[in-house]
């Protein structure tokens, strides 16, 4: 379940991205359902994008009462809408016999492009539009509270520009790739040269991770999104030693349920 992260900074509880699995995760990790506050989609592949409204409806039928906001690239609203039309003889029946207060009023749904897209009470994110072909409204985000900087690479190749937007973040969270298990994921899969196109057109080498983490000085480099991200013939080691060749600093390998402590 590698595209979902949980960031609890400045008071604002955010899920970034909502691949299957979120949910379950959020609550064995120990956060209520019902203290959900931001959402943000990266870009709607589904692999990002597919537990968004179950997230939200599971967390609505334990009692949560809102108000959340999901911001997200063009499109975004659209998928609200035809996730409540799917849901709507549950969700009416739940309100007229349960007496809860309709979804449509506890939640906000907001459509961001690159620059900012939240300033609150010290609280501030923003977005840079990445590389992520074919599909064009791909965002990475970074979030700033107090002396701490937390930015998201979401899905993309190799993106210089990324460097820059990252600077001096105290922790990158950044997708990976190894080459080396891209054919045996191919192989797996069934899909030939258009997903072995795609792999290489769409997303970064983990020794290009390390390159954006050194370009940007970061404190601590995250490799999440693994591709592969189950393959038993690699290891922790591939990864660290492909990061080595460009990166020196600390860096974690991420995997389910793996917590990091911003004061660490």
Not at 168 to 191: C, F, N, S, Y
Not at 217 to 241: C, E, I, K, R, Y
Request: with cysteine.
């Amino acid at each position: 379940m590698p595209t979902a992260s949980f960031l609890d900074l400045g008071g604002r509880k955010a899920v970034v991205d909502c691949g299957i699995g979120v949910t379950k995760a959020l609550v064995e990790a120990g956060e209520s359902l019902k203290d959900l506050d931001l959402i943000f989609i990266t870009h709607l592949h589904s692999d990002h994008l597919l537990e968004l409204g179950p997230l939200i409806h599971t967390a609505w039928t334990t009692g949560m009462q809102g108000p959340v906001t999901i911001y997200g690239p063009s499109g975004i609203d659209e998928y609200w809408r035809h996730f409540l039309a799917s849901m709507a003889f549950d969700n009416a029946i739940r309100v007229d016999d349960e007496g809860r207060t309709p979804l449509t009023e506890i939640m906000a749904v907001k459509t961001f492009g690159e620059g900012e897209v939240l300033t609150s009470a010290g609280y501030k994110v923003s977005a840079l539009r990445v590389d992520h072909p074919p599909v064009t409204d791909c965002f990475a985000l970074r979030f700033e509270a107090g002396d701490k900087t937390i930015v998201f690479s979401a899905d993309t190749t190799y993106f210089p520009p990324l460097g820059a937007f990252a600077s001096g973040a105290d922790i990158l969270v950044h997708e990976a790739m190894l080459l080396e298990g891209v054919e045996a994921l191919v192989e797996r899969t069934g899909l030939g040269d258009k997903l072995r196109q795609h792999l290489h057109a769409s997303h970064t080498k983990a020794s290009d991770a390390g390159r954006i983490a050194r370009a940007a000085g970061v404190g601590h480099l995250v490799l999440h999104h693994l591709v592969p991200a189950d393959d038993p013939a690699f290891g922790p080691s591939d990864w660290l030693a492909e990061v080595a060749r460009e990166w020196n600093g600390p860096v974690t390998i991420g995997h389910d349920s793996l917590q990091i402590n911003l004061g660490d």
